[in-house]
């Protein structure tokens, strides 16, 4: 008997190693630091981030810091973190590419994450900069290599790509508003034509991820959050400010079309519905 064609069976699942179990107890050790440092940095445990420095990082301490309620966003951001952590111990992603890809990046990003609300109740608000520019640079290489190898499933598509997309896009504007609090610390306060400048910057960021990660809707709907309710602190709280306000409402819709734009050009873009049904098909056959 002529021995069998084995060209066309499935391919073979790559087996995990001692290095895929390293990376997923570290994932999930920086996932629980991640939540403790958030006990930390909402008062459970020690002084809220608002009332740190003097109330430099509060929601009313610049012309760039989004009003309250847009903070709520750590509640999905966290949820999501959570889900990855347990999503990457599913036995299909104990080898992934994915997961190796973005493992030890996501878990860097927790433990900065922790370490910014670690740094913030030392009143070391230079630190916090510092700290939170390395996280959004983490946060950019992350979403570039999901980018580069999509999502083959809709669970995944909203547990990892949708978490780093909101992650990402948040901390974003989060830096922008810690750079400002940083700045007025020292009593250099950003008056209304740097903020707007500053504005129409994290604008640009948006529209320049939206065309290098293929359109993703978790990071513009982020930035938009957060330009939408600094606009809204700057006309309803202190400071005021109508043009930060203009500015940062036009920069939210900016943004907004610039995702609208692609996916009309390419509705095949990466991190959308139709790659991650191609990607599917493809694993399939």
């Given at each position: 008997?002529?021995?069998?064609d084995?060209?066309?069976?499935?391919?073979?699942?790559?087996?995990?190693?001692?290095?895929?179990?390293?990376?997923?107890?570290?994932?999930?050790?920086?996932?629980?630091?991640?939540?403790?440092?958030?006990?930390?940095?909402?008062?459970?445990?020690?002084?809220?981030?608002?009332?740190?420095?003097?109330?430099?990082?509060?929601?009313?301490?610049?012309?760039?810091?989004?009003?309250?309620?847009?903070?709520?966003?750590?509640?999905?951001?966290?949820?999501?973190?959570?889900?990855?952590?347990i999503?990457?111990?599913?036995?299909?992603?104990?080898?992934?590419?994915?997961?190796?890809?973005?493992?030890?990046?996501?878990?860097?990003?927790?433990?900065?994450?922790?370490?910014?609300?670690l740094?913030?109740?030392?009143?070391?608000?230079?630190?916090?900069?510092?700290?939170?520019?390395?996280?959004?640079?983490?946060?950019?290489?992350?979403?570039?290599?999901?980018?580069?190898?999509?999502?083959?499933?809709?669970?995944?598509?909203?547990?990892?790509?949708?978490?780093?997309?909101?992650?990402?896009g948040?901390?974003?504007?989060?830096?922008?508003?810690?750079?400002?609090?940083a700045?007025?610390?020292?009593?250099?306060a950003?008056?209304?034509?740097?903020?707007?400048?500053?504005?129409?910057?994290?604008?640009?960021?948006?529209?320049?991820?939206?065309?290098?990660?293929?359109?993703?809707?978790?990071?513009?709907?982020?930035?938009?959050?957060?330009?939408?309710?600094?606009?809204?602190?700057?006309?309803?709280?202190?400071?005021?400010?109508?043009?930060?306000?203009?500015?940062?409402?036009?920069?939210?819709?900016?943004?907004?079309?610039?995702?609208?734009?692609?996916?009309?050009?390419?509705?095949a873009?990466?991190?959308?519905?139709?790659?991650?049904?191609?990607?599917?098909?493809?694993?399939?056959r």
């Open positions: 008997m002529p021995p069998s084995t060209s066309t069976s499935a391919p073979t699942r790559t087996a995990a190693t001692r290095t895929d179990l390293a990376r997923r107890v570290t994932v999930t050790v920086a996932a629980v630091a991640c939540v403790t440092g958030t006990l930390v940095g909402t008062g459970v445990v020690g002084t809220p981030v608002a009332d740190t420095a003097g109330g430099a990082l509060s929601d009313d301490a610049t012309l760039l810091a989004p009003a309250g309620p847009a903070f709520s966003i750590w509640s999905v951001i966290y949820a999501g973190l959570a889900a990855y952590a999503w990457q111990w599913l036995p299909s992603q104990a080898a992934s590419s994915r997961m190796r890809a973005t493992g030890w990046l996501a878990a860097a990003s927790m433990v900065l994450n922790a370490g910014w609300l740094v913030t109740q030392q009143d070391w608000v230079w630190g916090s900069v510092v700290v939170i520019v390395a996280l959004l640079a983490v946060l950019v290489e992350l979403v570039r290599r999901l980018h580069r190898d999509p999502a083959t499933s809709k669970v995944e598509l909203v547990a990892v790509d949708g978490t780093f997309g909101l992650y990402l948040w901390v974003a504007v989060a830096t922008c508003a810690n750079t400002a609090a700045l007025a610390s020292d009593d250099i950003l008056s209304t034509l740097p903020s707007a400048l500053v504005v129409v910057l994290v604008a640009a960021a948006g529209v320049g991820m939206s065309w290098a990660f293929g359109g993703r809707w978790a990071v513009a709907a982020a930035i938009t959050w957060g330009l939408g309710w600094l606009a809204y602190g700057r006309v309803a709280e202190e400071p005021d400010s109508t043009p930060v306000a203009v500015v940062a409402t036009v920069a939210a819709v900016v943004v907004v079309l610039a995702v609208v734009a692609l996916h009309r050009r390419s509705p873009a990466s991190g959308s519905a139709a790659s991650t049904r191609d990607a599917s098909a493809a694993a399939a």
